[in-house]
């Protein structure tokens, strides 16, 4: 498939802030290139390749999740088969046995949120490439269409629905616990609306979203990419000090170091304008090459803190149940009591 269809691309470059564009076959002047171009060349990958490359490591991990989500079912109901201690004790384990089909969905889900940023990224540069191959192209319109707005268009109706009609028991449910909680279970869930937080993955995912767009769409024109990303960091930024949504304090603190790096990064970019010297582009370089590694640091560390929060969460599932079944026994003796 992408032999036939390289044989049909004549694509322009991606935008280039030191030589002019060319066709994918003619050697650019310059030797400082930027944009996806420059990362593509990262990945020794043609720029008009990225989505294919990002689409099909999406669908691998696809696979990846439907494989890891059947081995849990296959440990959950092993568990129940042989009444182990870890089946009276995880009651995760019951409602993965009850709702595979939840499982497989929380896996796909998942998968989507890894992906959700490249994948769109890479399917607005590859509608910008309008001379490459209409499959392609037809595929990128697809992901957009359907993964990009449509999935989380409808999972955001279905998680914002319980909190504007104050339904707090329906999140609660496995299909919430299970399905959708993957997209605000590291924001507050109180029982109010003042303090709950579930609805702010809507920001995270418009962030997203607008970022490829920007990104993605506008490599020809590197004043638009950098006005763009500074009023969209610092609105995010604004919204994540602002609102605090994040449970943990350790990852409130993270994602505001993350945002507060993304920010400084796109106003380096701008000394890189005219005729800046030499050395001073060097020396920026050298600066945003330590950024970038702090960044790296600080989301490795959000993976971490996550991993073991849902880790924690799973461990201690049983604590919710067990505090009801605690709650109900107070209540029969109070009832025996009264009537006594």
């Known amino acids: 498939m992408v032999n036939f269809c390289s044989n049909l691309i004549k694509s322009p470059v991606a935008y280039n802030s030191d030589s002019t564009c060319a066709d994918i076959g003619q050697p650019t002047p310059s ?53 182990t201690s870890l089946w009276k004790k ?25 992906f959700y940023y490249p994948i769109t990224l890479f399917a607005f540069y590859q509608l910008a490439l309008i001379k490459d191959c209409w ?13 990009s707005l449509g999935a989380m268009a409808f999972c955001g109706y279905k998680i914002l629905r319980p909190y504007f009609f104050e339904n707090w028991d ?3 449910k496995p299909t919430y616990t299970i399905f959708y909680s993957s997209l605000y279970s590291q924001y507050h869930e109180e029982e109010d609306k003042s303090s709950n ?14 970022r490829a767009i920007i990104i ?5 024109s590197a004043i638009a990419q950098i006005i763009g990303l ?36 796109v106003i380096l970019l701008i000394p890189f304008f ?26 490795f560390s959000i993976t971490i803190v996550t991993l073991y929060i849902v880790i924690r969460n799973l461990i201690n599932g049983d604590k919710g149940s067990k505090n009801d079944e605690k709650d109900d026994d107070d209540d029969k003796r109070e009832i025996i009591g009264d009537k006594n």
Not at 90 to 102: E, G, I, Q, R
């Open 135 to 147: 499959l392609f192209i037809f595929l990128a319109v697809i992901c957009v269409t359907f993964l």
């Open 274 to 299: 005219g005729n800046t010297p030499l050395v001073y582009r060097i020396v920026i370089d050298y600066i945003m090459k330590s950024m970038q590694f702090i960044l790296t640091i600080l989301i």
């Open 197 to 210: 937080c579930v609805w702010f993955f809507v920001f995270t995912t418009t962030y997203d979203f607008l």
């Open 230 to 265: 500074l009023v969209t960091e610092a609105i995010f930024f604004f919204l994540i000090v602002k609102y605090k949504p994040y449970k943990s304090r350790m990852i409130q603190w993270l994602k505001t170091g993350i945002s507060i790096v993304q920010f400084v990064v």
């Open 31 to 83: 030797s400082k290139e930027t944009g996806l171009t420059s990362f593509g060349k990262l990945l020794d990958a043609p720029d008009y390749n990225l989505f294919f490359i990002a689409f099909i490591s999406f669908c691998f991990t696809l696979g990846v999740a439907l494989v890891i989500v059947l081995l849990i079912w296959l440990f959950a109901w092993s568990c129940k088969k042989l009444q």
């Open 170 to 172: 329906e999140y609660k």
């Open 216 to 220: 993605g769409l506008g490599q020809r």
């Open 90 to 114: 995880w009651s995760f384990l019951k409602k993965a046995v009850d709702n595979l089909h939840l499982l497989i969905l929380g896996g796909f889900i998942r998968a989507l949120i890894l």
